[in-house]
C-alpha cells in the first residue's frame, strides 16, 4: 500500500478514537437521564419495537435452508444455542465445516449451494408449491446438477435424472425417475433404490461430522488467508476513493422463508483501466474484496480478480465495454452493510462504496 494510504489510515484511525470518546460521553447523559426519569425512561424504552434476530431464523433455516444436508447430531447442538451471537456463530461454522478451500475468504461450497436453491425455485416450481419444496427442487439442490437428464416415454410428461459419478456427487450414483401424471410440472419422484437413498441420507460433504458426539462441534483451525490485505486494510479504516469509478446495484432475492439472497453486482468500465499513456491494462489485475457487516462485526467476506476468462464469479459484462463481478451472499432479515473496494493495481488507482441495506 502506497504511503499517502498509510497516511490517510492513521487520520481515519485518530478521528475513529474522537467518535468513540464522544459516543461514550452521549452514553454517560443517556444512563444519567434514565436514572432522574425512572422508570417512565426505562417503559418507553421497552415499548419500542424490537428487531427479529438471527435465532428467530434459526430454526427456519435448519428445516429449509439445510434440512436435507445436515447431519442430527450438528442439529441438536444448533438448536443448543443461547444467544444471538451463538446462532450467527452457528450458520458460519455450518459453512466453515463445508468449506472446500479453507484457506481462502471465499467459500466455493456455500455459493454453489445457494445456486442450487436460486435454480431449483425457477425451473421447477409449480403454481401452488416454489421449487425448493419439490421432489426435483430437493434432489437437485442435495446432490447437485444430474450428470444426464433423459426425457420418459410414459404416456404423461416424466424424466431420468443419471447421476454418473459418485465423486462428484457426495456418494450418490445411480438413475432417479420423476412423473407428472397430472400435467401440471409438479413432477413427483418414483422410489427405487437410487430415490431412496436420496431421499434419506445427507451428501457425503464431510463424513466425520456424522460421527461427533453432541455438543463437541468446534471449529478449531486458523482463519482463512486474506490475499488482498491492501484492499482490506481500505475498508477496515473505513477510507474511501473514487479514483477507479464503477457501479454497484444489490438485488434481493428470497430463495426461503428466512433467507433472502443479497446479489452484488459491480462493473467497472474498461476505458478506466488505461495507465496514464492511454495504455489498456490487463483486466485480470482488477481485484475485488468485500465485506459484510451486521453492525460493527464482519459476518462474510470475499475476494476475487475481475477476469472476463473466469468461469465463477468474476465474468464479463454482457456490453464489452464493462467487467462485472457477481455475488450472492445468504443474509436473514436484518440490517447490513455492504463494504467494496476495487483496485487495479498497475496504475495503483482504488475506488470504494459503502452501502447499508435492509433484508426484509
Excluded at 467487467?323 to 436484518?334: E, Q, Y
Amino acid at each position: 500500500m502506497s504511503v499517502l494510504t498509510y497516511q490517510h489510515a492513521k487520520v481515519a484511525l485518530a478521528t475513529r478514537a474522537s467518535e468513540q470518546v464522544f459516543l461514550g460521553v452521549l452514553k454517560t447523559v443517556a444512563l444519567t437521564l434514565i436514572c432522574i426519569l425512572g422508570n417512565g425512561a426505562e417503559f418507553s424504552t421497552r415499548a419500542l419495537p424490537q428487531p427479529k434476530s438471527p435465532c428467530d431464523y434459526l430454526e427456519t433455516w435448519l428445516s429449509q435452508d439445510v434440512g436435507n444436508i445436515i447431519p442430527d447430531t450438528e442439529r441438536a447442538w444448533a438448536r443448543g444455542v443461547q444467544s444471538n451471537e451463538d446462532c450467527e456463530s452457528v450458520v458460519q461454522q455450518f459453512w466453515a465445516f463445508r468449506d472446500p478451500t479453507p484457506d481462502t475468504i471465499n467459500n466455493e461450497f456455500k455459493e454453489e449451494f445457494y445456486d442450487r436453491i436460486l435454480y431449483a425455485n425457477a425451473h421447477f416450481g409449480t403454481g401452488d408449491r416454489i421449487g425448493w419444496k419439490t421432489d426435483r427442487g430437493r434432489v437437485y439442490i442435495t446432490w447437485g446438477p444430474p450428470d444426464r437428464v433423459d426425457a420418459g416415454t410414459r404416456t404423461h410428461a416424466s424424466e431420468t435424472w443419471r447421476y454418473l459419478n459418485k465423486d462428484k456427487h457426495y456418494g450418490l450414483e445411480g438413475s432417479i425417475e420423476f412423473e407428472d401424471p397430472a400435467g401440471n410440472g409438479n413432477h413427483r419422484i418414483i422410489p427405487n433404490a437410487t430415490a431412496q437413498r436420496a431421499l434419506s441420507q445427507i451428501p457425503n460433504t464431510r463424513s466425520d461430522i456424522k460421527e461427533l458426539p453432541y455438543g463437541t462441534l468446534i471449529l478449531c483451525r486458523r482463519p482463512p488467508q486474506v490475499q488482498l490485505k491492501d484492499l482490506e486494510i481500505v475498508l477496515n479504516v473505513g477510507l474511501t476513493y473514487n479514483l477507479l469509478p464503477f457501479t454497484c446495484r444489490v438485488e434481493q432475492i428470497r430463495v426461503t422463508e428466512s433467507t433472502v439472497l443479497a446479489v452484488i453486482v459491480v462493473d467497472v468500465r474498461k476505458k478506466y483501466l488505461a495507465d496514464q499513456h492511454g495504455k489498456q491494462t490487463q483486466p485480470g489485475a482488477v481485484k475485488v474484496f468485500g465485506l459484510i457487516r451486521k453492525g460493527e462485526t464482519p459476518l462474510d467476506s470475499f475476494e476475487a480478480t475481475l477476469s472476463a476468462a473466469s468461469s465463477e464469479g468474476p465474468l464479463e459484462s454482457p456490453s464489452a465495454d464493462f467487467l462485472r463481478f457477481r455475488k450472492a451472499v445468504p443474509l436473514f432479515p436484518g440490517t447490513y452493510r455492504i463494504e467494496l473496494a476495487i483496485g487495479d493495481f498497475p496504475t495503483g488507482r482504488l475506488g470504494t462504496v459503502y452501502q447499508a441495506i435492509t433484508v426484509p
